[in-house]
């Protein structure tokens, strides 16, 4: 017979197991036919779960995107962190570099995660998301440039901002150049790129 534990526990792994089927489904979805044009009931039929369900762990479709673009992100970051630790580079805005290169290499061969945003959405809403979810992560990327501008004395007055503003650049920059190919392709930007992170480390 059952214990009353073991019991929770089922029901608690058939509540993950339906969450990530949701989103597992709705990252498919918007990788294919857009975030626009993907309804809730596209995805829960997909997942093969009933609509009420949805609600139970999302709000609306925004919500299920936003809870994906900080899943994904996250991934990237962990990606690149886990290849920073491999090298060997003293200077801290050439691990800063590392990193972002990183992402947007990842993201160059994972295209859908960048194709389940709206093109009309606002571009700062990518890197505000992102801004939000690494800054709660201590060992997030927000802890890493704060600690790197500390130890190497940048001139920079405000932290949090420089990092939100280089956080912004390069969420725009990667869904202007990879997804709408304008102004140019991601590779032949890329030193502009770094180029204007590494001049907003020293102007401050």
Do not use: W
């Amino acid at each position: 017979m059952e214990t009353l534990k073991e019991i929770k526990s089922k029901i608690e792994m058939n509540k993950a197991d339906k969450k990530h089927r949701l989103l597992d489904n709705a990252f498919q979805l918007f990788g294919t036919k857009g975030f626009a044009k993907t309804s809730i009931s596209d995805i829960v039929n997909k997942a093969g779960v009933a609509k009420g369900t949805f609600y139970l762990y999302f709000k609306n479709k925004e919500d299920i995107r936003d809870q994906l673009v900080n899943e994904k992100s996250l991934e990237l970051f962990s990606n690149a962190i886990t290849d920073l630790e491999k090298k060997v580079l003293p200077r801290f805005e050439d691990r800063l570099i590392f990193v972002i290169n990183h992402m947007i290499e990842d993201l160059n061969a994972h295209p859908e995660i960048l194709t389940f945003i709206d093109k009309d959405l606002s571009l700062g809403f990518y890197s505000s998301e992102l801004s939000k979810f690494f800054s709660d992560e201590p060992t997030g990327l927000y802890a890493l440039f704060k600690e790197g501008v500390e130890s190497e004395h940048l001139p920079i007055e405000n932290i949090e901002i420089t990092f939100f503003t280089i956080l912004d650049l390069v969420g725009s920059t990667c869904y202007r150049c990879m997804v709408q190919k304008f102004p140019t392709d991601i590779e032949t930007y890329k030193p502009f790129l770094f180029k204007s992170i590494r001049a907003i480390l020293h102007i401050g």
